[in-house]
Nanobody
Framework: QVHLVESGGGLVQAGGSLRLACAASGRTFSSYPTGWFRQAPGKEREFVAVISVSGGSTYYADSVKGRFTISRDNAKNTVYLQMNNLKPEDTAVYYC????????????????WGQGTQVTVSS
């Protein structure tokens, strides 16, 4: 069992930066690919980024590529999402998720989820 807790969300102006963290409990967390997803009001949850177990492979949604960076520190059981040059359309609740069984970009394939952290970008 893995318990995930996100932090680092907040209100920021367009062009600003935030760093989200996903802290995990459970000894097997470092064995799972871990992803970030987001959900804006009235929209479906969408893939943002994912990182492999070792951290050697990362994948991003086209909408965030070049602006967001996912990383992990397995010694601290934590995955990060550095978000730069934020845009109003990045406003959403951001969730981390672990242990995908299948497609790494499909939310329905993930076993464990955090409660989410709100990111609001003002124009």
């Amino acid at each position: 069992q893995v318990h995930l807790v996100e932090s680092g969300g907040g209100l920021v102006q367009a062009g600003g930066s935030l760093r989200l963290a996903c802290a995990a409990s459970g000894r097997t967390f470092s064995s799972y690919p871990t992803g970030w997803f987001r959900q804006a009001p009235g929209k479906e949850r969408e893939f943002v980024a994912v990182i492999s177990v070792s951290g050697g492979s990362t994948y991003y949604a086209d909408s965030v590529k070049g602006r967001f960076t996912i990383s992990r520190d397995n010694a601290k059981n934590t995955v990060y999402l550095q978000m730069n040059n934020l845009k109003p359309e990045d406003t959403a609740v951001y969730y981390c998720a672990a242990d995908p069984d299948g497609s790494w970009s499909d939310a329905s394939d993930y076993e464990y989820w955090g409660q989410g952290t709100q990111v609001t970008v003002s124009s």
